[in-house]
């Protein structure tokens, strides 16, 4: 070879290599979020919280993360759909809400990490091997929201002393091991359950309450998931609580902001905020399965006095002292 097009080869080709060895060094990180509450003109308290997070450990979107976001909803027949496309676009890392996505994610990927903020027992849904050595490619925090059943009952009772019949307000994906927390509370408590459900994507609220009515329910409590997790349906559903004068007890205080009279439950804005750490050390190198699964310790009690006043209901003071936030 002519030894000036030998070098001129040369050239060409180490001036490629070092190319792609800077595009590889800046590439910068890709984060996939499934987000079940929220919608893209209005993205809800768990993407704003984790925003924060990540900017608190120096991460600003565009310059050195990215954020691949896709909303279900409330519709969980696209999950998959959904998960499919993060995963396309090559993610690097995998924030999960909801128990099917996690499920779905973990059979689709050994590879990608995989950060949940779940309301399960990630070991007993068989996520993780163990919250000390969670395995695998999945870790994150679990505020094992269904240990909380019990004590929603017991609020709403003491908020409400007749109550004897109370209605559960599900989403039609959810299954018995949602209820079933409740069943055990509620004869302790001598209340009767009735268990309603509602489909996507057009939720019939309205005929749901009227059953209610009709079974001369004196309460009211929602199991957060599915469409229940939109922001229109917890207007429709507070709203309809007031015009059928029952008070309600629910599992996110969004629906609380949105007109429902109380919730009691982990404060999942700080669950989402702490997933960026888990995010944070994974991109630094950490092994999912290496990171303890965390139990979520902040919890909230949230009252509005001003639904009770839509009620005629008088919430006794010794109850109002236990809140966190009353609203007025």
Known sequence: MNPKLFWLVTAIIVTLFNHAAAQHATRIPRIGFLAVVGTPNDPGPHLDAFRRGLRDLGYIEGDNILLEVQYVEGRSDRVSSLLAELLQRKADVLVLRSQPAIREAKKATKTIPIVMVTTQDPVAAGFISSLARPGGNVTGITSLQRDLSGKRLELLKDAVPGISRVSALMSEIQTISDFRPYEAPARALKIELQRLTVKAPNPDFEGAFQAAVKWRANGL????????????????????????????????????????????????????????????????????????????????FVVSLKAAKQIDLTIPNRVLERANQVIK
């Open 221 to 300: 409590f929602t199991v957060a998931g599915g469409v229940l997790n939109r922001a229109d349906a917890h207007k429709r559903i507070a709203d309809l609580a007031i015009k059928t004068q029952l008070p309600s007890m629910h599992e996110t205080s969004g629906l609380v902001e949105a007109g429902g009279l109380m919730s009691y439950s982990t404060n999942e804005a700080e669950s989402f905020k702490r997933a960026a750490v888990y995010v944070d050390k994974i991109l630094k190198g950490a092994r999912p399965g290496d990171l303890p699964v965390q139990q979520a310790t902040k919890f909230e």
